[in-house]
Nanobody, 124 residues
């Protein structure tokens, strides 16, 4: 069993930055690929970014690439999502997810464990 706890969300203005953290416990963190997803009101959950279990490979969705960066610190059992140049359309609840596999996926059904989410609100 893996427990994931997100933090770092909040209310910011357009153009500002936030750094989300996802603290993991209950399973060998370095065994899991990690992903970030988001869900805006009235919309389906969508993929944001993912990272392999070693951290050597990352992938981000087109709509955040160049602005968001995913990373991880296996020694701290924590994954991060650095979000720069935030836009109002980035407003959503952000979830981290763990996949018990070496490689990541952009499909939410491929992930085994989920956090409770953290709200990010970007005002214009």
């Amino acid at each position: 069993q893996v427990q994931l706890v997100e933090s770092g969300g909040g209310l910011v203005q357009a153009g500002e930055s936030l750094r989300l953290s996802c603290a993991a416990s209950g399973h060998s963190f370095s065994s899991n690929a990690m992903g970030w997803f988001r869900q805006a009101p009235g919309k389906e959950r969508e993929f944001v970014a993912a990272i392999s279990r070693s951290g050597s490979t990352t992938y981000a969705a087109d709509y955040v690439r160049g602005r968001f960066t995913i990373s991880r610190d296996n020694a701290k059992n924590t994954a991060y999502l650095q979000m720069n140049s935030l836009k109002p359309e980035d407003t959503a609840v952000y979830y981290c997810a763990a996949r018990i596999a070496a490689y990541y996926s952009d499909g939410d059904s491929d992930y085994d464990y989920w956090g409770q989410g953290t709200q990010v609100t970007v005002s214009s």
